[in-house]
């Protein structure tokens, strides 16, 4: 059966001042629909390189990225990103001067979306916990939590495979955190998503059903069962770091 997502000995390298950094050395993983993958590390370990790789936003030095058995560097990756990715980042990046609804209504623009946009774009925010009378409120008018809640509905609006989240619950508190979670394990196991997460909160690596380890570009499993990954696991796999 052909992979959903394959990363083969990916390399990346980038210059900075005090020389030639390797970013990623050999990475490989098999990432499959329907599963939550949480990413950990140091900072500066690769994460975040990584992740702009399967996004198509850059291509490696070498090694290959395989969406379906097709190579990204053949796709359009423009639009590959735009009909098959769903982001969710640290900070909301909503338009302040949109409201919640039109936040949403605008991503499906851009996807192509050929339904009724808006009934889709409500659909979508009740789906995230958004309620109807607050729809045409500004981006601005809500809180943290809300502001990423719309921002996942935003991402998921024209019903990617893969959804990237990168440090998607660092500026919120401790029961948004936990709504937040619930949605993107809910995408995975519920909507049969592909959940990519970069993250350092140990509540989501509880929740994950896979937990990468990033440490100097090189890639590794550090939990993969059914039963979830434990905060003692977890807790202790972070105080290594530096």
């Given at each position: 059966?052909?992979?959903?997502?394959?990363?083969?000995?990916?390399?990346?390298?980038?210059?900075?001042?005090?020389?030639?950094?390797?970013?990623?050395?050999?990475?490989?993983?098999?990432?499959?629909?329907?599963?939550?993958?949480?990413?950990?590390?140091?900072?500066?370990?690769?994460?975040?390189?990584?992740?702009?790789?399967?996004?198509?936003l850059d291509v490696p030095k070498s090694g290959e990225i395989l969406y379906y058995g097709e190579n990204l560097r053949n796709l359009d990756r423009d639009k590959f990103r735009r009909e098959h990715i769903g982001m969710v980042f640290q900070s909301y990046y909503l338009l302040p001067q949109l409201t919640a609804v039109e936040n949403v209504e605008l991503s499906l623009e851009l996807a192509g979306y050929k339904g009724d946009k808006r009934a889709k774009a409500e659909e979508m925010l009740s789906l995230v916990g958004i309620k109807k009378e607050q729809f045409k409120k500004r981006s601005t008018q809500f809180s943290g939590g809300e502001q990423q809640r719309i921002a996942v509905a935003r991402a998921i609006a024209a019903d990617p495979e893969l959804i990237l989240a990168d440090e998607p619950t660092g500026n919120l508190d401790n029961e948004n955190t936990m709504n937040v979670i619930r949605i993107l394990v809910e995408l995975a196991h519920k909507y049969d998503k592909c959940v990519i997460v970069i993250t350092h909160a140990a509540e989501i690596a509880e929740k994950a059903d896979v937990v990468l380890k990033m440490d100097d570009g090189v890639l590794k499993s550090i939990c993969l069962n059914s039963g979830r990954c434990t905060r003692f696991l977890f807790a202790k796999y972070l105080s290594s770091l530096p």
């Open positions: 059966m052909m992979e959903f997502l394959e990363l083969k000995h990916l390399s990346y390298d980038y210059i900075t001042k005090a020389g030639k950094v390797h970013a990623l050395k050999e990475a490989s993983a098999v990432f499959e629909k329907g599963v939550v993958y949480a990413i950990v590390g140091r900072s500066g370990s690769g994460k975040s390189t990584l992740m702009s790789l399967i996004a198509g």
